[in-house]
Every structure is written in C-alpha cells, then in structure tokens.
C-alpha cells in the first residue's frame, strides 16, 4: 500500500463518515424521546431520595435524543440542506467554544455583585457544553431553513 | 424571538451580498416546467429551486451543469456574476 492509497482510503472514511445520516423518522423518535426524557427529569424535582444518578443518566440520555436529531436526514437531504448543516455545525462550534470560554466569567462576576461570598471560578461541565453546542445547532438550522 | 430574527436578518444579508443573478425563471417557463417538476429532475427540493431563484443560494458546480443539460444551454448563459462577486 503506498502513501496515495492511504490517503486516498482516508479521505474516503471521512467522507463516508461526514456524509453519514440516519433516516428521516429518527427525527419523530428523537424528539420524542427528547420530549418524554425531560418531562421524567422535571418529574424527579418533586420526588424526594437521592435521584442524581437517575438525573445524570436522563441528562445523557437527552443528549444521545438531540444528537440523533441532529443526525436524522430531511425529507429532501439535498445540498441546500447540507449548506445549511455545515452552517448550523460552524455556528454551533464557535457558539460553544464561547460559551466555554466566557461563560464562567460572566457568572463569577454575576457571583461577585449578587453574592460576593459564593464568587468562585468554575469550569463549566460537558453536559452543559454539549447541550449549548446541539441546541445552537438546532436553533439554526431551523432558522436558516425557515427564512429560505 | 425578536433576537431570532435579527439574526436571521443577518445571515440573509450576508448571503445576499455575495450571491449572483440568474434567469432561472425565465428559463424554466421557457420549458413549461414548474419548480416541483425542475426540482426532481434535478434530484433536489423545490424549495432548493426557489432559493436559486431568489439568488438566496448558489448552487453547486454539479447542480448548475445539471441544469444546463435541461435548458441545454452553457451556464454562463442562466448565472451572471455582477460587479460584487
């Protein structure tokens, strides 16, 4: 195998890897999932017990439902649609690497004129992160969808 | 909502700047062709047609020639660059 056969294979598990879509009705399923997982996580803050593992395997579990989401083919998956996901993954980047940069910032300051006593720097989780990243993403595409 | 919208101003008025003319429409009556039927001539979605159109998108290299094989005409002939692009 010589270096243009690998980098020939290698573009081409890219592209088959950047090109990979699930069909259209996981977009139903994953809102749906969407949908019953945060009901069940709102339902958990009128249960009393110790419920934060519960909690932490809802949040993932809400994550994996946007993610399928965001992977789910449109009706037409044409390359309009594909300018308008690579858009949507651009914004949703810039979106989170802000978000993970400022964000912290902005709440040691909030801390720092509300309550003084609490003020401390604190990294933000990936829950937090990954959830800011697909709903920026969401938001977008859907955006860009609808004004066209 | 409001804060929505802007930004979809926004992304219109970015686009918009750097998109060119064409005479899709006129090539498409010129056939008796409605933009459903042009679309899955084409393979894509009428709205895909309709944001051509508008020049609100620019299609790629492959969807223009695919277009000149219908109108059975060069490219050059449907897409007019003006002075900004």
Known sequence: MNLNSIKEHDRKSAQRLLNFRLPTYFKKIGWIAFFALLTTLILTKFIDGDLELLK??????ML???????LAKENIEDERIQAFRAQAFSFAFLAGVLYTLFQ???NWIAFKIVKPEKAAFQDLGDFQILW??????LMFFYILKKQD | MGNA????NVFLHLKKARLMKNTLK???AILN???DELAQKIGVSRQTINSIEASRYVPSTVLALKLSAIFNKSVNEFFILDEND
């Open chain 2, 26 to 28: 006129v090539e498409r």
């Open chain 1, 132 to 137: 800011v990243m697909l709903m920026i993403y």
């Open chain 1, 64 to 70: 994996a439902a946007l993610f399928v989401i965001v």
């Open chain 1, 56 to 61: 932490d395997i809802l949040r993932r579990f």
């Open chain 2, 5 to 8: 919208n802007d930004l979809s």
């Open chain 2, 33 to 35: 062709l409605t933009q």
């Open chain 1, 104 to 106: 912290p910032l902005i």
